[in-house]
């Protein structure tokens, strides 16, 4: 099969948050869409190790940040790149708190929902999470982030002449420094396999 096809759905890119006690954290995940209007439902994949996917697993309340096509990069870092369990990573990072107590994105986003989780579905590396919508706001006018404009247009384009050897995920761009890529390497961003992964010669 030509894996590349897959490549070819399109995807949104959001930032998914979550509380647990006091605690605020938030990552990037692709996967949200409504499944019904009456009710009003969603459903979210989230990877199980992303910290965030714990916290829904003991909340049972998320927020989903829709990103806008004016989005930098560094929000992509910032909650794609490191985890939660080392950082707050909503302390001195603008946002809002929605009615639900949780944080949401009101910059470089168009609108923001608040969920409330229905059921759970156990997808083996995932979990999908069904979800009634019981808040939500359009902040702006601008067009969604998909996938493909991420790729094509945030994304950092590679360096004519790197001077390390570095291995890059062909999904969204994540560069891992090294001679070898470990062979059960996850991609942080995006959850990509080593098999995602080009090798991009010094």
């Not at 910290?51 to 004016?70: G, P, Q, R, W």
């Not at 470990?182 to 959850?191: E, H, R, V």
Request: aromatic content about 10%.
């Amino acid at each position: 099969m030509d894996l590349s096809a897959m490549y070819k759905i399109s995807y949104g890119l959001f930032v998914l948050s979550a509380k647990n006690s006091s605690k605020q954290n938030g990552c990037i995940v692709n996967t949200v869409m409504q499944v019904t209007s009456t009710p009003n439902r969603i459903v979210v994949a989230v990877n199980k190790n992303n910290f965030t996917h714990d916290m829904i697993v003991a909340s049972k309340e998320f927020n989903v940040s829709m990103l806008s096509t004016s989005v930098p990069f560094e929000v992509f870092k910032h909650f794609g790149f490191q985890s939660g369990k080392d950082v707050n990573k909503f302390e001195n990072f603008n946002h809002k708190i929605a009615n639900n107590g949780i944080a949401y994105l009101d910059k470089n986003t168009t609108a923001y929902l608040s969920a409330k989780v229905v059921s759970i579905t156990d997808l083996g590396t995932h979990s999908l999470f069904l979800a009634d919508v019981t808040d939500g706001a359009k902040l702006s006018d601008e067009d969604s982030v998909t996938y493909d404009y991420y790729q094509k247009n945030i994304k950092p384009k590679p360096n004519a002449k790197p001077k390390k050897t570095v291995w890059r995920c062909k999904i969204c761009g994540y560069e891992y420094e090294g001679e070898e890529l470990p062979a059960d390497f996850i991609c942080p961003l995006c959850k990509h396999p080593a098999s995602d992964f080009e090798k991009i010669e010094a």
